[in-house]
């Protein structure tokens, strides 16, 4: 594909998943309405964070080198480091609907204390002092962090602690969706965007949303299948 191509489709896209992360924000208050399922209270707050860091991306060439891109860059990373943790909370209350004995509330209230340490490192650790340099890669201007050292570890490792509950709800409700869409995003966060770009890890993230999104449908569909299997056999 040509450079100018590239420059042109990269940024597109970009705008469009921040457009359609919107779309999903709106599913999950209509799931939420449906349900007062406490993760579709705390998704909608990832995706806004998403959407913003996808609509940066996608405007950053327009903006130009520059303070303004800078400091809206800044906050792309604040956000990363405060939210990312949060898709703990999403799988365990994700778990304790499906019926998981062990998502009982002590370990749901864990989650909140786990996701909240894990923010609290890696903003001391990653967020103050942060230093970033402008970066370019197809069509796609940006500010990167300098220097960066090895994987976003703790993106990582929530990923793939979001995994293994996704085995648990994939034996539990004959559901695999959320352990493909955590894999996927767990390969995409993975792979070095100053080598493969930003679409990587933005069309991943998306797939575990929409992937979350469906496991809370599939979830209440069973809740109200056992409930009308109960009613009967009371009957």
Known sequence: MNTLLMSIIYPLTHFSLALIEWVLVGWAIRLWQQSTSLAMIVLPIVLVSISYDNLILSIGSLIGEGELLKSLCM?????????????????????????????????????????????????????????????????????????????????????????LIGIGIWFRLKWLWLFVGTLVCLIGNAMPSYVVGTLAGSYSELVMAISLLLTEKRTQFFLITQRETTFLSSD
């Open 75 to 163: 906050l792309r990373f604040l956000l990363h480091y405060l939210v990312v943790p949060l898709f703990i909370v999403i799988a365990v209350e994700l778990a304790h609907r499906a019926g998981a004995g062990w998502a009982n509330r002590l370990v749901r209230v864990l989650s909140w204390v786990i996701a909240l340490g894990l923010t609290a490192i890696d903003v001391t650790t990653h967020y103050i002092g942060l230093e970033l340099v402008p970066i370019e890669f197809a069509g796609i201007l940006r500010y990167h962090v300098a220097n960066l050292s090895g994987p976003p570890i703790i993106t990582i490792v929530v990923n793939l602690f979001v995994l």
